[in-house]
């Protein structure tokens, strides 16, 4: 049984840093497209990041670019989401979600999702 587990989140004060953890089990990481989401109160979810079947550089958003980094480690079957400068308008619950898809691309939906975790940036 596919399963991804996030976990990290919790609340910090603008400025600080956060690493959100994803675990995957039932399958193997590193032939999947995996990506992280966010979704804020009352707004729509969005794409934070994503890394390709196929590996790769990861592909980050314009609001996080240079913020948040993304990596896999495959031997742990585990993806992070290193976010630094964390910003009031990144809270929100973080989803990582992984894609059978074969490709150098992200792909535009994804079939598995974790239940999420919630980051509050908050003074």
């Known amino acids: 049984q596919v399963q991804l587990v996030e976990s990290g989140g919790g609340l910090v004060q603008p400025g600080g840093s956060l690493r959100l953890s994803c675990d995957a089990s039932?399958?193997?990481?590193?032939?999947?497209?995996i990506g992280w989401f966010r979704q804020a109160p009352g707004k729509e979810r969005e794409g934070v990041s994503c890394?390709?079947?196929?590996?790769?550089?990861?592909y980050l958003s314009y609001s996080v670019k240079g913020r948040f980094t993304m990596s896999r480690d495959n031997a742990k079957n585990t993806v992070y989401l290193q976010m630094n400068s964390l910003k009031p308008e990144d809270t929100g619950v973080y989803y990582c979600?992984?894609?059978?898809?074969?490709?150098?691309?992200?792909?535009?939906?994804?079939?598995?999702w974790g239940q999420g975790t919630q980051v509050t940036v908050s003074s």
């Open positions: 979600a992984a894609d059978p898809t074969l490709g150098t691309m992200c792909p535009p939906r994804y079939e598995h």
């Open positions: 039932g399958f193997t990481l590193d032939y999947y497209a």
């Open positions: 890394i390709s079947s196929s590996g790769g550089s990861p």
